[in-house]
């Protein structure tokens, strides 16, 4: 698993994965459920998963013929906070400017 914020924060910033990140919060589906809900390629959406996958942000998990894929609230929830950090940094600072 990828255990720093800004790259699942990066990795969403493609927008296919965002829909596909989007479709999963509602719940469990395969890659033919993401296909019809995309209307983007299989292999496409495949490669995709995977990114997720390797990152943490999805599991896989196998139920007869079919994988469903489920999103890691987790991992999702330590990169909104990373962005939250971020965000209070800049109210912080924002007055603050630097010497040239």
Sequence with gaps: MISADPDVVRLLADPLRAQL???LAQGPATTSHLVADTG???PNVSGHLKQLREAGVVTA???GRFTFYRLVPAVLQGAALHLADLAEQ????????RAC
Excluded: D, L, Y
């Design 21 to 23: 990140v989007r479709i």
């Design 40 to 42: 983007a390629k299989q």
């Design 61 to 63: 998990e196998p139920r």
């Design 90 to 97: 800049a109210r912080a600072t924002a007055g603050t400017f």
